[in-house]
Every structure is written in C-alpha cells, then in structure tokens.
C-alpha cells in the first residue's frame, strides 16, 4: 500500500516502477491532465473575481446551454494536453466533433474523454463541481482516430479519474488496482495522498436522487424509492437519508467516502435520448471507479462498463455505489 503523504507524481511513479513492462507514457499523460486540473480548480476557485460566473451565448452539443466555465475550462483540457505527445485524439462533453491532434505535434497511444467542468449549474451557488476523465488505448497502428475508435466498452478503460473543486480539491484516480484520493496542498501546488485504498461499504442508508422528476420514473425505481421514505415502517427496516447536490463527482465522492447509491434513472422525459449522463465521459469513468472500490454500477438492466458504445455522446441510466442497494434496484428491473 501507498504511503499517506507521499505526492501523485510519487504514486505515479512507484506504480509504473511496479509493473516493469509500463512506458511511462500513461504516467506522463496523468501528469498532463492532473496539471490541467490545478488550472481548472484556480478558475473556479476564481470565477466571481474574474467575471466567469453566468451563461455564455452558447449551447453544447446536447442542446445545453453553457456556462461561461464551461467553455474556458474544455479550452484549458485541450490546451494542456494537445501538444503533449501522449494522445492520438480527444472527445469532450462540450465539442460535436473528435479533437483531432494537430499535425505539428507527435500522436501518443492513448484516447481521452471528459467532461471538463461537470455540475457547472453549481458554479453560480457556490457548491461543488468537477473535472471527469477516462484513458482508452487507440487501436496500434491507427494515426488519425475516428468516431470507432472512441467506441470502446468501459471495460477496455486503462484509466478514470475526476476532481471535485469544493471546501479542499480533491484528486480520485484509478489504473485498475485499486482506488486512491489525493488533496490539493495549495501551498505548494501538489497533490498529495490523502486517502488510499478507498472501499465503499456494502450496504448504506443514504441515496441520491432527484426527487423532482418522481412522477416520470419507471416502476422499478419508484418501488425502490418508496420503499426508502417507508424507513423502519416499511419493509427495509430502516430509515434513510436524501442527498443530492446535482453534481455527479459530489455524488461518487461521497459514496467513496461513507456508502451510498447515486441514481439517474431513464424517465418518460428522457426516454427516447436513452438517459441523461453520459456514457463514454460520466457513466463509463466513474463505474470503473465505483468497481475498483469495491461497488457496483448498472443501467439497471446491465453492466454499464459492458454496454456498447454506439456514439460518443450517447446517454444512459445511472444506478452506482454500495453493491447491496445497486443490487436491489436492478433485481427490481428484472
């Protein structure tokens, strides 16, 4: 195991020394991103200072209207990493299209999805938002990627991660051995391990939904619901808490930390797109986080990390977190 204290650069290293047939160009490419972090976190950090709260006259790919964060922060991801060598091509939550790295700078081996600024709505509040990213291996030989080559299962992911820019910034990372979270020491700008070995409990008395939309959900989900308000009166035994702060790195972190179920469930609003979050950029990342600490992750009818891919901006159903709950509500599919 890790030692606490030790700096991510440290992690990094120690965990390529590990395994004697790593390049280290996944090491230097979590450099790059975590680099790029530091930089997103100082703007939100300073966003009232610097005039960047607020709507930008803009719409994302969904249709979405865009913060002013989101914009610079999608331009601060591509412009750390694009010149780096280490990837052959990105796709963002912000931008239609691949972001194709330029001919004047080396391909690496390596594709990137993220979502630069996730929970941006909670920028103007004050209230936690964050940074998701998911490392896939581009197919040998294949210079230029398309759309293919993006579509890979969650299960070829050879890295996830977020940031989550609240009261401390924090830093969750996996490479498929484990789950580890470090902090911003912000006086010396490093990230330093704070929590190793994350493990998320079996069982828990804590979900996260929007209760708001309770009226378009499928019947699984309202049996699941209803039968959690019920507490010790219903057939749970038990009381539950409510939690949901409309941030998916909030919610996860959370759940790493104490337990929990987090749900984004398909409704009849939402039906025809497939879901609200993101599969290749939110769902797919955050489940192999989620596995790694010992939880589960569905769409409620499957595995998400085993659902295709059929686009690079397709939606899914969410249910993540203590194995025992995700369980539950998935046997309610059945």
């Known amino acids: 195991m890790s030692d606490i204290g030790q700096s991510v650069n440290q992690f990094l290293v120690e965990t390529q020394r590990a395994h004697p047939s790593a390049t280290g160009d996944l090491t230097g490419l979590l450099n790059d991103v975590i680099s790029a972090c530091k ?16 709507y930008a006259s ?4 969904q249709g979405e209207h865009q913060k002013k964060l989101d914009i610079l922060t999608n331009d601060v991801m591509v412009e750390h990493l694009n010149w780096t060598g280490h990837l052959a091509a990105m796709v963002s939550e912000e931008i239609d299209d691949i972001i194709s790295i330029s001919e004047d700078y080396p391909k690496g081996k390596y594709l990137l999805c993220f979502d630069p600024l996730d929970g ?7 209230l936690s938002v964050g940074t998701i990213f998911s490392v896939l291996p581009c197919p040998e030989d294949i210079k230029n990627p398309s759309h293919e080559h993006f579509l890979q299962k969650g299960t070829e992911q050879v890295c996830a991660g977020f940031c989550v820019y609240g009261p401390s910034t924090m830093l969750i990372l996996t490479t498929g051995f484990g789950v580890n979270g470090f902090t911003l020491d912000r006086e010396v700008g490093e990230f330093i391990l704070t929590h190793p070995n994350m493990q998320i409990p079996e069982d828990t008395a804590e979900f996260a939904i929007n209760m708001s939309n309770q009226r378009y959900w499928q019947s699984p989900v309202k049996r699941y619901i209803d039968e959690c308000v019920q507490g010790v009166d219903g057939v749970r035994d038990k009381n539950f808490n409510m939690r949901w702060n409309a941030s998916m790195v909030a919610e996860v972190y959370r759940i790493l930390t104490r337990g929990g179920i987090f749900m984004y469930p398909l409704d009849s609003r939402i039906a025809q797109q497939g879901g609200k979050l993101r599969l290749m950029y939110e769902a797919n990342p955050m489940s192999f986080i989620i596995e790694q600490a ?7 009818t499957e595995r998400i990390m085993d659902r295709q891919p059929e686009s690079i901006h397709q939606r899914v ?13 998935v046997s309610y599919h059945k």
């Open 58 to 61: 803009s719409n994302n790919v």
């Open 39 to 54: 930089k997103i976190a100082n703007l939100v950090n300073r966003s009232s200072i610097l005039g960047l709260e607020g």
């Open 294 to 300: 010992g939880g589960a992750s569905s769409t409620g």
């Open 120 to 126: 941006s709505s909670n920028v103007d509040i004050n």
């Open 317 to 329: 159903p969410v249910f993540l977190g203590s194995k025992n709950e995700v369980e539950r509500v």
